[in-house]
């Protein structure tokens, strides 16, 4: 049974920072390409980050220089490490994995990220 599990999230500041992990089981994890996504109320779900299997990054404009994604294919994780949070960011933060070959997609349960005062 192929697993995503999503930790880390929770109410942060404006400022601040957190750092979400997706934890992986049930597929080879370092050959999948990794990404984030997130949905807030009424909006698109979108695409915040993406690893490939050979580390290669790709970002939405709107986190660019704020959010960083990371993979350790020994603990079968990725990281979404998040700074300088702003409001706007808030929303369910979902974890994707994408099969090499013939495309197929797995999706985590998501984490709540909230930044307010």
């Known amino acids: 049974q192929v697993q995503l599990v999503e930790s880390g999230g929770g109410l942060v500041q404006p400022g601040g920072s957190l750092r979400l992990s997706c934890a992986a089981s049930?597929?080879?994890?370092?050959?999948?390409?990794m990404g984030w996504y997130r949905q807030a109320p009424g909006k698109q779900r979108e695409l915040v980050a993406a690893?490939?299997?050979?580390?290669?990054?790709n970002y939405a404009d709107s986190v660019k220089g704020r959010l960083d994604i990371s993979r350790d294919n020994a603990k079968n994780t990725v990281y979404l490490q998040m700074n300088n949070l702003k409001p706007e960011d808030t929303a369910v933060y979902y974890c994707?994995?994408?099969?090499?070959?013939?495309?197929?997609?797995?999706w985590g349960q998501g984490t709540q990220v909230t930044v307010s005062t």
């Open positions: 994707n994995a994408r099969s090499p070959g013939p495309t197929y997609l797995y």
């Open positions: 049930g597929i080879i994890f370092r050959i999948y390409a």
């Open positions: 690893i490939t299997s050979g580390g290669s990054t």
